[in-house]
């Protein structure tokens, strides 16, 4: 089965693939999708949405995760991660995918065994699940650590059902 | 020219269309896209999505417009319309068309001729500018009056150059 993790971003939206087997996770793919600070807000948005429609159609993942949104206090930013976030989601959903939200807690303690961990340990722990990946910056990193959670929790719900 | 008035919303978006010959305006239609509350968000905005592509494609308008968000001071809220608010520019985009952006009080005096307008007033002008209109509720009005400030910018900047 193979997830795509998400981490939604106007600038940046990091995106990473692993294949679940069982309890065996592999590294399939990561990278991040950049959009032009200088082009108009709905190019932005338009030019994220064709690169996710081009990943999602290369890699046909099973299903797909994002992390529940950290509500900043600065409204503007909520505002403009939101518009990114609904693209993100969108464009998931309209190729068929489910999409799995994660509270960033459930995404540490998946990954690292607590909910209190640090961003670096996160990264670092993705590394080691994962052997031979080249993580490409943190925004892959942490969709590679929302894709793992998601695989658990897949996974979980097999033993459970 | 056909101008897409749009006022984007997680629940309801409403949207409407003018057609603008010099300085005269003309009613096309007008209504508003739903969402099923109890779907989940990633198929709402799927939905959304395509509701909207539908629209484009049916009426193809030569450009958008939108109004620039009032952030609320709710975080939440903001997030939920921001979603909403990215698939709707998007969407808009995505067909090639460009999205004007216009502030509340701008909206307020193209249509009524004060920036400090009230809700009501702006509809009532709707109607006005709009001889046989039936306006299908508020958030179809507000589109209408985006529409109807982007046709009255567009209009200015003809004469300007």
Redesign the interface.
């Given at each position: 089965m193979l997830i795509l993790g998400l981490d939604p971003g106007l600038g940046t939206t990091g995106w990473g693939i692993v294949r679940a087997e069982g309890n065996r996770l592999r590294h399939v793919a990561n990278g991040k999708l950049v959009t032009d600070t200088k082009a108009?807000?709905?190019?932005r948005?338009?030019h994220?949405?064709?690169m996710l429609a081009a990943l999602i159609a290369d890699h046909a993942p099973d299903a797909a995760a994002v992390e529940e949104?950290f509500?900043?206090?600065n409204?503007?930013s909520?505002?403009?991660?939101?518009?990114?976030?609904?693209?993100v989601?969108?464009a998931?959903?309209?190729s068929g995918i489910?999409?799995g939200?994660y509270k960033p807690s459930t995404i540490k303690k998946a990954v690292v065994g607590t909910g209190a961990a640090e961003k670096a340990q996160v990264h670092a722990m993705v590394a080691r699940l994962l052997p031979g990946v080249k993580i490409d910056g943190p925004d892959a990193g942490d969709a590679l650590a929302v894709a793992i959670c998601h695989a658990h929790h897949l996974a979980s719900a097999r033993r459970m059902f």
């Open positions: 108009p807000l709905p190019r948005l338009a994220l949405d064709a949104v509500v900043n206090s409204a503007q909520t505002l403009k991660l939101g518009q990114a976030r609904g693209v989601l969108c998931a959903a309209r489910d999409v939200e």
